[in-house]
């Protein structure tokens, strides 16, 4: 994949007026080359590099669940590594408690598994927007396990927010997934 936040930005520019460059997300990509998770995740290398990785709806948007990647992006660092001070704009830099079996590699980017970006997505404090549930329920539909797999991925997961999740998981598949009713997530409907 051709690392074209390196070109000078003269050559970007005619680029992209020529046609061969086209908008990617926040970045660009080569024309000839289509949206897959790499060119995404690419895509986003001006603002994550090597050293954060993509969460939340940002990830969802490199697995193609999402029509754009949230503003500000969302990232994470690694290995309980303080986010900056002040981070770059148009990022917003997260610290959690990501194992290496929570997110991958895909060319020079760093992005959190599908099972993690789905679970993420459900546990998150604030009311889901349209595009986070649309996501949650495309990454629900990819899932290989199912229902099932992202009820057990919950559980195997921290206690917080747990029950939002849960509710929010019942919510989106319309059927019972644990043993009691489920808690109303806030905001949702």
Known sequence: MPRTH????????AERLRGSLVPC???LRPVAWPETPRVRL????????????AIGLTAAWVWGTARHPGSPLRCSTIGRR????????GIAVHEHSLTPDDFIRIGDG????????LCDLLRSPTSL?????????LLLLQHPGGTPAVRAA????GRRYRRIATA???????????GSAPARAPGSH
């Not at 303080?82 to 704009?89: H, I, Y």
Request: proline content about 10%; overall charge positive.
């Open 6 to 13: 390196e070109w000078a930005q003269a050559i970007r520019s």
């Open 168 to 178: 929010r998981l019942h919510e989106l598949t319309g059927c019972d997934i644990g």
């Open 82 to 89: 303080r986010p900056p001070a002040n981070p770059a704009p």
């Open 154 to 157: 919950l559980d195997a997961g």
């Open 42 to 53: 690419a895509a986003l290398a001006p603002w994550l590099g090597e050293k954060y990785v």
């Open 110 to 117: 760093l992005v959190t598994t599908r099972t993690r970006t």
């Open 129 to 137: 927007t349209h595009a986070e549930r649309v996501a949650c329920r």
């Open 25 to 27: 997300g926040p970045g």
